[in-house]
């Protein structure tokens, strides 16, 4: 589904655009997804719009089938990546779970501006995107995903977000789209 429209407050949410994530392999190369996040940053800043970046520093402690990843993380795992330029107006947000949402102050960072709807972007398309797209859907937030701006570890992952879970939740499309929107 292409892009109808951007409310005149919509929020621009990055996720989990860090040091450690960014390097993590991805089907498709994470520096072109951390280019064009700068980018709507850049323009959503040049408008007055808010721009949120979120990182992650912990997992939710229940068991999984999958487990979880062993080991100490550098020092700088969490780190947002410079290219994202982050400004004393951005809003933070650090979590300890895949979604934006849950556990941090994010919806009341959003309703305290009057904010109507996000557009997102980051890694993992199926995992922490996802996740705060389903959230902000369902806190009454209209979505948009910038189908450009998002990549995952796992392609068949990613493509089922796209394809089958996205398009239930918002409207998706591409960066110079959405950038066009703002107008």
């Known amino acids: 589904m292409t892009a109808t429209t951007l409310d005149a407050n919509t929020a621009l949410v990055l996720i989990d655009l860090q040091k450690g994530i960014t390097a993590l392999p991805t089907f498709s190369p994470a520096t072109d997804v951390v280019a064009r996040s700068a980018e709507l940053a850049a323009a959503f800043r040049a408008r007055g719009l ?3 970046l979120v990182n992650v520093t912990g997992g939710a402690p229940g068991r999984t089938q999958a487990g979880v990843g ?7 795992w969490a780190e947002l990546v410079p290219e994202i330029d982050q400004r ?8 300890q779970q895949w979604g934006a949402f849950y556990g941090t102050g994010l919806d009341l960072e959003l309703r305290r501006r009057g904010i109507t709807q996000v557009v997102l972007a980051g890694i993992a398309t199926s995992i922490g995107v996802e996740s705060t797209a389903r959230a902000a859907h369902e806190h009454g937030y209209h979505v ?3 189908t450009d701006a998002v990549t995952d570890m796992d392609a068949d992952a990613h493509r089922n977000s796209i394809e089958k879970i996205f ?3 918002g409207e998706l499309d591409s960066t110079k789209a959405v950038i066009g929107l703002l107008g």
């Open 144 to 146: 948009t995903i910038v």
């Open 50 to 52: 808010p721009v949120v």
């Open 167 to 169: 398009p239930r939740l």
């Open 88 to 95: 004393p107006g951005d809003i933070t947000v650090t979590k």
């Open 70 to 76: 062993g080991g100490e993380l550098p020092a700088d």
